[in-house]
């Protein structure tokens, strides 16, 4: 019902209410004053009697007469009138009353009304705060099971809310069995490519040393050895990937300077870096101090580095970073070409490779950065440079 025609069948109902108790006040007035006609003739007649016995059977003459619908006998002249008198003076209300009275009557009727609209009102407002409760409750996981209070027009929205929520419990305690059941499923997968990349790596061991002996090229064996390294930071990947969504990584809170962690983790790749004829750039502007899991948090910036280094080799990689009451940012870019346009989307995804991905990526070590960040009360973006080059944007929250 729109709300116009709500208030037009609300008003209605106002104006019916009201006609209706001013209808019973002026009966109810109406009975109450029907007396004093009778009262005043007893008193005459008993007056008159009294003064002259022989009036009664006048008197009885004329009141059986006029009871009984026939007045012709009575006089006809104005008596009371020509003695000075008036029918308010008799009736007992005036004009005035009357109205006052069905005055009375209506406003009564809008009182009533209104109270009950508005006891109505409040109850629904105490019925929909208790619901709003209850949903807020089950969005903290703390919602207990939602009894019935009685019969009325919320008993089928609170049905059906409680069949809401009710599913809602069923599909979250089977998401969370089935994101346990892929966790051990990752971690035994991981922990199965673990065997025979250890007996692979033994055998190219004595092979390349046979070769050597030998003195036979050993290319070859160089090239099995690069995808030995890469199953192995897969299997290392995984692992690691395998206990973050079993919720068994805990991170340490610890006070992380900000150059301390970018300089350590530009440490960890020298030799990378060497390889590459990549260097990194690392202003030291001031102590700035997060809460974070240094070794963690100084993994995902190792992450970003070795991304900025695939995409600009033989480049330098830049840092900076700055604090404010409500956040600690770092950035972290290169002097590449930037990330493909279709990738930015989907550069955090798990095994996700952009266009312009560097050969021996797993596309694991971006989106176990995006994680080791969020889950410290942090957000990483990733984007173009105007002037060219990939940006990551990393933000720790102070609260």
């Known amino acids: 019902m729109s709300e116009k025609k709500y208030r037009f069948v609300t008003l209605g109902f106002v104006f019916s209410v009201s006609l209706i108790a001013a209808a019973v006040s002026v009966l109810f007035v109406s009975y109450h004053y029907s007396s004093i006609p009778?009262?005043?003739?007893?008193?005459?007649?008993?007056?008159?009697?009294?003064?002259?016995?022989e009036t009664k059977k006048i008197i009885s003459a004329a009141l059986k007469e006029y009871t009984e619908g026939n007045p012709d006998g009575a006089a006809e002249e104005d008596v009371l009138s020509a003695l000075g008198y008036r029918i308010s003076d008799f009736s007992g209300l005036t004009c005035g009353q009357n109205v006052l009275f069905a005055v009375t009557g209506f406003m009564t009727g809008v009182l009533l009304f209104l109270f009950t609209f508005f006891y109505r009102n409040k109850m629904e407002a105490m019925r929909i705060q208790a619901l709003a409760e209850?949903?807020?409750?089950?969005n903290i996981g703390k919602a207990a099971v939602l009894s019935t209070s009685g019969e009325d027009d919320f008993s089928k929205l609170e049905d059906e809310i409680y069949k809401t929520v009710t599913f809602l419990y069923q599909t979250k305690d089977s998401a969370v069995q089935a994101k346990n059941d892929f966790a051990e499923n990752l971690s035994n997968i991981a922990h199965q490519i673990k065997t025979p990349i250890t007996a692979i790596s033994l055998s190219v061991q004595m092979m390349k040393l046979q070769m050597i002996e030998q003195n036979i090229d050993s290319k070859h064996l160089e090239q099995i050895e690069k995808q030995l390294l890469r199953l192995t930071h897969l299997e290392e990947a995984l692992l690691v990937l395998s206990r973050i969504d079993a919720g068994t990584l805990y991170l340490q809170r610890d006070e992380v300077d900000v150059f301390t962690l970018l300089v350590l983790a530009a440490d960890n790749l020298q030799e990378l870096f060497a390889g590459s004829g990549t260097s990194a750039d690392i202003p030291e502007l001031g102590e700035m101090l997060v809460i974070a899991d240094l070794d963690w948090t100084m993994e995902a910036v190792m992450n970003l580095m070795k991304n900025c280094m695939e995409h600009s080799p033989g480049g330098t990689i830049h840092c900076s970073y700055a604090q404010n009451p409500l956040y600690t940012e770092i950035l972290i870019w290169d002097d590449?070409?930037?990330?493909?346009?279709?990738?930015?989307?989907?550069?955090?995804?798990r095994f996700y490779r952009g266009k312009n991905a560097g050969e021996g990526g797993i596309?694991?070590?971006?989106a176990l950065s995006k994680e080791m960040i969020e889950r410290q009360n942090g957000t990483i973006r990733a984007k173009n440079k105007p002037d060219g080059g990939a940006l990551f944007e990393i933000r720790f929250y102070s609260h």
């Open 38 to 53: 009778f009262d005043l003739l007893n008193a005459v007649c008993g007056e008159v009697m009294e003064q002259n016995p």
């Open 134 to 138: 209850y949903l807020e409750q089950v």
């Open 336 to 349: 590449g070409e930037g990330f493909a346009k279709e990738d930015i989307p989907h550069i955090f995804e």
């Open 363 to 366: 596309g694991i070590g971006l």
